[in-house]
């Protein structure tokens, strides 16, 4: 779930607007310290920045491990202790719309960083939807085609090996998730899956399915259909 307490150095407080900060906490989710790698536990966590120059990172860690402050290029970790977590289930799709199930994956990528960018002179703003967007991933609604990938570049790879499926996003990824013979075989039968990325939704922290339908009705998780290769 999204950070409740952090703690947050005075320089950052100055070069971030509040709504910025409160964007970042939406978008960050206590895990793993990303400095030392072990759990962050019961503490509030610490907000590092480090300025990139055309973008922002923005992650949690132990005060102790890394003091929460505003740091220069190159003085991060380089994501080497980000945890994702993902589930993968059967999305029912209403009587009489002419359309079988769907198998549906949804992913927070990075639970304890978030890129930041100036994206449009508004100051900073947490970049995942421009990020996706420009992957080919659209929002729910009149802009996702749910049967098709219609961006120009190739789409991630997803593989069913029995009942897991894995998923490379180049970069991102990989990711993996085992589920219940449904899906698997709304997965074959369609030819592949819709895939969904968000850093708003923490899958499995969601009590059901319709937690995470509800972030995808909000515009929280952007999604693309993927084929299997």
Same mark, same amino acid.
């Given at each position: ?21 409160? #964007?970042?906490? %939406? ?21 590092? $920045? !480090? ?30 202790? /980000? ?38 002179? !508004? ?5 995942? #939807? ?16 749910? !049967?098709?990938? $219609? ?19 180049? =970069? ?20 592949? =899956?819709? /895939? ?12 059901? /399915?319709?937690?995470? /339908?509800?972030?995808? !009705?909000?515009?929280?998780? %952007? =999604? ?6």
């Amino acid at each position: 779930m999204a950070v409740t307490e952090l703690l947050v150095a005075k320089e950052i407080m100055t070069r971030l607007s509040q709504k910025a900060r409160q #964007e970042v906490a %939406f978008n960050l989710h206590k895990q793993d310290c990303q400095t030392c790698g072990r759990p962050i536990g019961d503490q509030a966590p610490a907000l590092a $920045v !480090d300025d990139c120059g055309p973008f922002l990172s923005a992650t949690l860690n132990h005060q102790g491990c890394r003091p929460s402050g505003w740091y220069g290029r190159g003085s991060g970790t380089a994501g080497v202790h /980000l945890s994702w977590t993902s589930q993968f289930f059967t999305l029912p799709v209403g009587v009489g719309s002419g359309r079988s199930s769907r198998a549906m994956f949804v992913v927070c990528p990075h639970l304890e960083a978030v890129l930041l960018d100036q994206d449009g002179g !508004d100051g900073w703003s947490v970049n995942t #939807e421009r990020y996706w967007r420009a992957r080919g991933f659209r929002p729910a609604g009149r802009e996702l085609n749910v !049967d098709k990938w $219609v961006a120009e570049q190739a789409p991630p790879r997803a593989r069913l090996a029995g009942s897991t499926i894995y998923i490379d996003a180049g =970069l991102d990824g990989p990711w993996s998730s085992s589920a219940d013979l449904d899906t698997i075989k709304a997965c074959h039968a369609q030819g592949g =899956l819709l /895939l969904g990325i968000s850093t708003v939704c923490e899958p499995t922290s969601m009590a059901d /399915l319709d937690d995470i /339908l509800r972030y995808a !009705d909000a515009g929280h998780i %952007f =999604l693309g259909w993927v084929p299997l290769v």
